[in-house]
């Protein structure tokens, strides 16, 4: 079975700043492997999809990802953050299981940019 | 424009009653989901359904029920045998489920007292 893992519920960081969230996952199979980001009172949007063409993903607003097999991990990263960056990020993992493929997600990480 | 249409954003109810919630896509998606959002919780799995006419449960189907009667809909009844049915509920649809992409509506807030 799949299994997302979100290192911190919270990250704060200073406006400009690097921002990392780490998401680390367990498949049985190669997987597909999402970065999603709510904003307060909205559904969830898609800043980037790994599905096996590239192992560093780019993504929308600056973010990118990069796939690490050995490491069973997918970071989210991005060089400088900006106030708008403040959201709640899903990692997530899809993995084939009887006929289809399930999407199971990570409980987020709530990201906050300081002034 | 194409997307997800989610209705209505906030929902009050008292206990013991069902409630319905609408979702309707434009997208042309054969595959269609529900999730639940509790806080620190992330998204959970309701129902999912591939096709017109067939759906599965998912990992937390107890209490809730779905149609599939169009391509376009798949509304969610939130019923009396829920326990604890104050939460976000979203609405998403994919090409398929096969991996590709799984796209959300703004979601649905229901409060039930």
């Known amino acids: 079975a799949q299994s997302v893992t979100q290192l911190g519920s919270h990250v704060s960081v200073s406006e400009g700043a690097l921002v990392l969230l780490r998401c680390n996952y367990s498949s049985s199979v190669p997987p597909y492997l999402f970065w999603y980001v709510q904003y307060p009172n909205q559904g969830l949007q898609l800043l980037l999809k790994y599905t096996s063409a590239a192992t560093l993903v780019k993504g929308i607003n600056g973010f990118e990802a990069e796939f690490k097999k050995s490491e069973t991990s997918f970071h989210l990263t991005k060089p400088s953050a900006h106030m708008s960056d403040a959201a709640e990020y899903f990692c997530?993992?899809?993995?084939?299981?009887?006929?289809?493929?399930?999407?199971?997600f990570g409980k987020g990480t709530k990201l906050s940019v300081i002034p | 424009d194409g997307g997800i249409t989610q209705s209505p954003k906030y929902l009050f109810r008292k206990e013991g009653q069902n409630v319905t919630l609408s979702c309707e896509q434009n997208l042309n998606h054969d595959a269609m989901y529900w999730y639940r959002q509790d806080p620190g919780q992330g998204l959970r799995l309701i129902y999912y359904?591939?096709?017109?006419?067939?759906?599965q449960k998912g990992d937390i189907a107890e209490g809730y029920s779905v149609s599939r009667e169009k391509k376009e809909s798949f509304p969610l009844t939130v019923t009396s045998a829920q326990k604890n049915p104050t939460a976000f509920y979203l609405c998403?649809?994919?090409?398929?489920?096969?991996?590709?992409?799984?796209?959300f509506g703004e979601g649905s807030w229901l409060t039930v007292v």
């Open positions: 359904s591939q096709i017109v006419n067939d759906f």
């Open positions: 998403a649809s994919s090409i398929d489920t096969l991996g590709n992409t799984i796209y």
């Open positions: 997530a993992v899809s993995e084939a299981g009887a006929g289809s493929y399930q999407l199971t």
